[in-house]
């Protein structure tokens, strides 16, 4: 049973690399952007509460982000363990977590400012599927199009240059001193992100291995 946490800039392919990994190894992926907008579109109560939040243009609770989250651990489709994408963000977060579920290893995903901002300023969505798309690295078959419904792609206002800078320096602030927390716990590995995304799931698999 893997309980692992991937910590990365925005950018560093996390989501990819969790998708295909719980594909492979048949463990859950949980997208907390992914778990909340989840909640919200079923509306959940815990969907109803973050609602309020996210249309007044709010960060949830961390507060109410944890029981979302101790709600879906408790489900069957984690019982073979699961990989955290984009939780925890914090130090708070890491040890209210720890109250939660013990972590077997921490990933984090390595790459340098200047390709962060060159991999996201070209990066593509699928309205409708949520399918990314990168113009350089993984262009869809008919530009500007989804390959799976063909909805004409669009450009997250914040993957433009300056809001991505932005997001870096959050990043940078309040997730990196996770790197030290785990490090001294002695479960963290880093890896090189670089390169296409088969590459990188050969690092993640030594790494894990």
């Not at 997730?175 to 799931?201: F, H, M, N, Q």
Request: charged fraction near 25%; aromatic fraction near 6%; charge should be positive.
């Amino acid at each position: 049973m893997w309980r692992i946490v991937f910590l990365g800039p925005p950018g560093a392919g996390k989501g990819t690399q969790a998708a295909e990994f719980s594909r492979a190894h048949g463990i859950a992926h949980l997208s907390m952007g992914d778990l909340l907008r989840s909640a919200v579109a079923n509306r959940s109560p815990l969907g109803q509460e973050a609602d309020v939040y996210m249309r007044a243009g709010q960060l949830v609770p961390d507060e109410l982000v944890l029981r979302l989250l101790k709600e879906r651990l408790g489900s069957p489709e984690t019982r073979a363990g699961f990989i955290l994408d984009g939780y925890p963000r914090n130090l708070a977060q890491a040890r209210e977590l720890e109250r939660l579920t013990p972590i077997d290893r921490v990933i984090s995903f390595d790459l340098p400012e200047a390709v962060l901002v060159e991999r996201l300023s070209q990066r593509r969505v699928c309205p409708q599927c949520k399918t990314v798309y990168n113009l350089t690295t993984q262009p869809p078959k008919v530009a500007g199009h989804c390959d799976k419904d063909g909805s004409e792609l669009i450009q997250r206002s914040d993957d433009r240059p300056d809001a991505i800078r932005t997001r870096l320096t959050v990043y940078a602030r309040d997730t990196e001193p996770l790197l030290e927390y785990y490090r001294r716990k002695g479960i963290l590995r880093s890896i090189d992100a670089s390169g296409t995304p088969v590459e990188v799931a050969a690092r993640l698999q030594a790494a894990l291995t």
